[in-house]
């Protein structure tokens, strides 16, 4: 099943980028993998998994999957792109 990703909170970095909490509704993701979602204004936004880290310890894992609670690292989304509900998947290749 593919990977499939429910926001639930948005944290902007004062870097750039932005951190996403959430639960992962489906399949799994790994570091460095390819996602795609739609953005707050409807525009397609492609981004890549730079880190996860596990909400419940605070560890980073290199790869999670279906029913964990987790913080994705996408450096170069604009955290106005997105908000609570927005749903994050795998690229479609």
């Not at 750039?16 to 790994?30: A, F, H, N």
């Not at 993998?33 to 409807?42: D, H, L, N, Y």
């Not at 605070?58 to 279906?66: G, S, V």
């Amino acid at each position: 099943m593919a990977f499939r990703f429910t926001v639930k909170e948005v944290f902007p970095l004062a870097t750039g980028g932005v951190v996403v909490e959430g639960r992962i509704d489906s399949g799994r993701v790994c570091e460095g993998q390819p996602v795609a979602f739609r953005s707050v204004a409807g525009r397609p936004v492609a981004a890549c998994v730079v880190t996860i880290e596990r909400s419940a310890d605070r560890q980073l894992i290199p790869e999670a999957a279906a029913g964990e609670q987790v913080r994705l690292l996408l450096p170069e989304v604009s955290p106005a792109a997105l908000a609570p509900g927005v749903v994050i998947e795998a690229t479609k290749e």
